[in-house]
């Protein structure tokens, strides 16, 4: 089993920034990659980045690419999504994921993960 915990999440205004960490532990070894979702109320969740272990190679959504930034800092085993620049349409509850399946070239389906956080609350005010 692996364990997420997200933490970082806040209030900020339009055109701040926050960073988000995903600590992750137990059996950790299988996994293939690792991405950040977000959902907001009434909307379906949606896969806004997400990073390779192997190569680290990163991926992420036209809404976010130029302001998001994900990272993994393979010895503390956790992730990161640095966000800047955000603005009210960003406001959501963001959820870290991993996956230890074989990469289907969906990083953005939450059907491609099979690990998850139990998510940190993002909020940005005008």
């Known amino acids: 089993q692996v364990q997420l915990v997200e933490s970082g999440g806040g209030s900020v205004q339009a055109g701040g920034s926050l960073r988000l960490s995903c600590a992750t532990s137990?059996?950790?070894?299988?996994?293939?990659?690792m991405g950040w979702f977000r959902q907001a109320p009434g909307k379906e969740r949606e896969g806004i980045a997400a990073?390779?272990?192997?190569?680290?190679?990163?991926y992420y959504a036209d809404s976010v690419k130029g302001r998001f930034t994900i990272s993994r800092d393979n010895a503390k085993n956790t992730l990161y999504l640095q966000m800047n620049s955000l603005n009210p349409e960003d406001t959501a509850r963001y959820y870290c994921?991993?996956?230890?399946?074989?990469?289907?070239?969906?990083?953005?389906?939450?059907?491609?993960?099979?690990?998850w956080g139990q998510g940190a609350q993002v909020t940005v005010s005008s």
């Open positions: 994921a991993a996956s230890s399946y074989a990469y289907g070239g969906h990083w953005y389906a939450p059907a491609e993960y099979n690990y």
């Open positions: 990073i390779g272990i192997g190569f680290g190679t990163t």
């Open positions: 137990g059996y950790i070894y299988n996994n293939k990659y």
